[in-house]
């Protein structure tokens, strides 16, 4: 009695340890589930429709299976033919091993399998040779796998890994790839080849084994009729249906951001901020306008959102088929012009020492060693700010950050998540120059400060995905609801592009408030504005930074920003967009002169050395101070004003030293001496 106690206490406590044991081997060696986490990266549009899809790390389309947008009639049809008892068995169908084994007794070779749809998946998960071995090993693991999962993420699963061909894997991929179209929608003959396809998806490929692929098909239709799940007479029209010949391509739309984006997320799907109407809509006139070029430049843009900071088009370049086209020149640092000049004055509004209609000299003169010059080489006297900036003048603008401190513009951008890049060298200072391009910054950097002025003076960070819209991005206030919408009004009223309507006059048009900017040597070309709802950024140039002599901003970007307003108005409706202005604050004058004082001269400054540049390049002078209405003298010789600016321009003919005199209205004189060196 006592060693039958024994007995079943010993075998009671094995089959405990053979049960643990089994236990803790699951526990240590689980299925390898993570494979099917390696799915081909998708970027879809706001509304989810594709924009642009990737291969997975292992070189597959692969996208996940989701049983809720495939077709119930093909999930009833691929277990009726592949695993009838699916639903009812733990992983490994008993029954179904039996028949097997009778069959192969029976006719000496193997007549069916008795894999599972569970089995299979373990197979996929870990692919094998085809043993006894490797078939208790899946046996195994389809019990693992269904401890594990529901029967329906085990179909989700195998529905992800089924192979169908090529690269090919999983039933959404192979819809799309053979048929154009979501699982939801396949009739019965496509999917009768996709329920034949993963059992030998090389020899029935229906893009090289079409008559392979045609006869498994319908082995697969009749299939359908002998279980009750077709007509006969549709599965003669089935058969009549052709199959595909080739793979068809998935969409590559918005191409730079799409990469980007699935390189952030190298798995599953993005919900991008991008309107795929509109986004296809800013590919073709981009490269219906770059078309016009005859040097071959490119060109990019950006449409911006302005409450959301959504980014809705993304435009990198013209095409992957012209030089640095797989750039994304949206995000390559560029000088950028004139386009931060708005920011300048926005600043000295906001401070109050200047408003739209204080005065300010347009007039040569020396900051130190820098010396800038107005674009067209004239200038203008006295002018108001507006319409210094309105014209884009350059010395008002570097007056302006003078007054400003250039390190004090650069921590306020810096402070708009706007870094300027400047030139490596050992002071790492930044200069005057800031003012006329003379630090780099992106086209994305643009569209932040722009989008500010169109959310009165409120800065946040641009938005690239759905999840990022209702983010912690904090915003901002770079200016004052006032400055940000006088600056905007300024912007508004600038004289309109050679040809088109001022929006002021047009009920339709969008008023835009914008401005353009050229880099030094014509490298860049830009044009920026906001104006209905929208911010756009546009950038015209060689990708390799190569010049374009005579391509300015207003000339060879401006008419595609105007161009994607136009387009806008058509996709959104939007019409005039009117920025009221308020009143006008700070100084009436700007550094107002003292009449009092004698002239100053400011160019040529005495002692300097200048070089002669041929004889058609002359030297414009400059002065300060005094009474105004200079008259002008070298030798005691006088200058004559040139007749197409106005200014008194020195046309040296020969080199050495000269005496320059200045004497204004009231007879006060200045001098200075200059050296002329001959050029080389």
């Known amino acids: 009695m006592i060693g039958r106690v024994h007995i079943k206490y010993w075998s009671v406590a094995g089959l405990a340890l053979v049960i643990a044991g089994i236990a803790v081997l699951d526990l240590l060696l689980p299925p390898p589930l993570e494979r099917a986490e390696k799915l081909s990266p998708l970027v879809v549009d706001r509304d989810e429709q594709w924009l642009h899809a990737f291969t997975s790390d292992d070189g597959r389309w692969r996208f996940k299976a989701d049983l809720k947008k495939i077709d119930p009639v093909f999930i009833d049809r691929l277990v009726m033919i592949e695993d009838k008892r699916f639903w009812d068995h733990s992983g490994v169908d008993l029954a179904a091993i039996v028949r097997a084994g009778r069959s192969a007794l029976k006719a000496r070779r193997i007549v069916s399998g008795a894999s599972t749809i569970t089995m299979q998946t ?54 799309l790839i053979y048929y154009d179209k979501e699982p939801i929608r396949l009739t019965a003959a496509e999917q009768a080849l996709l329920i034949a396809l993963p059992q030998a998806p090389e020899a029935r490929r229906p893009d090289r084994r079409l ?284 004289p309109s592009l050679s040809g088109r309507v001022p929006a002021s006059l047009s009920k339709s048009a969008t008023r835009v408030a914008f401005k353009t900017g050229t880099s030094y040597g014509y490298r860049d070309a830009w044009a920026a504005g906001h104006g209905g709802g929208f911010t756009v950024v546009v950038w015209v140039g060689f990708a390799n930074g190569a010049p374009r002599p005579g391509e300015t901003g207003r000339k060879a970007a401006a008419p595609l920003l105007f161009d994607v307003y136009d387009m806008l108005g058509q996709v959104s409706g939007e019409s005039q967009n009117d920025e009221g202005e308020a009143p006008a604050i700070g100084l009436a004058r700007f550094n107002q002169r003292a009449d009092s004082l004698p002239p100053e001269i400011i160019f040529p400054r005495d002692g300097v050395e200048v070089y002669m540049s041929g004889a058609t390049r002359g030297f414009s002078f400059a002065a300060r101070g005094g009474s105004a209405r200079y008259q002008w003298y070298v030798d005691g010789e006088p200058i004559r004003q040139d007749a197409s600016s106005g200014q008194p321009i020195w046309y040296p003919p020969e080199a050495g030293f000269y005496d320059v005199t200045v004497v204004d209205q009231n007879g006060r004189a200045a001098k200075s001496k200059v050296r002329v060196l001959a050029s080389g």
């Open 122 to 175: 373990a197979r996929l998960l870990e692919p094998r040779s085809r043993t006894f071995t490797s078939k208790a090993i899946e046996m195994i693991r389809a019990l693992q796998i269904e401890r594990r999962l529901s029967k329906t993420e085990i179909l989700e699963l195998y529905l992800t890994l089924a192979p169908y061909g090529g690269n090919i894997e999983g039933v959404r991929a192979a819809s």
């Open 211 to 494: 008559v392979a692929a045609k006869a498994a098909r319908n082995e697969v239709l009749e299939k359908f009729v002998a279980f009750g799940a077709l007509t006969p007479a549709l599965m003669e029209e089935a058969r009549d249906t052709n199959l595909p010949s080739q793979r068809k391509h998935f969409s590559k739309a918005a191409y730079h951001t799409a990469h980007r984006l699935a390189g952030d997320l190298p798995s599953g799907i993005v919900h991008s901020t991008i309107d795929a109407s509109l986004q296809a809509r800013a590919e073709t006139l981009l490269r219906s306008y770059v078309g016009n070029f005859e040097d071959g430049a490119t060109a990019s843009l950006l449409i911006i959102e302005n409450d959301t900071r959504a980014v809705r088009a993304a435009v990198g370049s013209s095409g992957l088929d012209v030089d640095g086209g797989w750039l994304d020149l949206t995000a390559a640092t560029r000088s950028p012009g004139s386009t931060l000049k708005p920011f300048i004055y926005a600043l000295a509004f906001q401070d109050g020492f200047a408003g739209p209609d204080t005065v300010i000299d347009d007039m040569p003169r020396a900051f130190g060693d820098y010396t800038p010059e107005n674009f067209d080489r004239s200038f203008r006297g006295e002018v108001k700010v507006r319409e210094a900036l309105q014209h884009s003048l350059n010395l008002p603008a570097v007056t302006m950050l003078e007054r400003i401190g250039a390190s004090r513009f650069a921590a306020l951008m810096k402070a708009a998540g706007v870094t300027l890049k400047t030139p490596k060298r050992a002071d790492k200072k930044y200069g005057l120059a800031l003012a006329l391009g003379g630090a780099g910054v992106t086209a994305q950097d643009i569209a932040t400060l722009y989008a500010a002025l169109g959310t009165d003076g409120v800065v946040k960070p641009l938005v690239w995905t759905e999840a990022a819209i209702s983010g912690e991005a904090k915003p901002y206030r770079l200016f004052s609801e006032d400055t940000a919408r006088r600056v905007s009004a300024i912007l508004a009223n600038a």
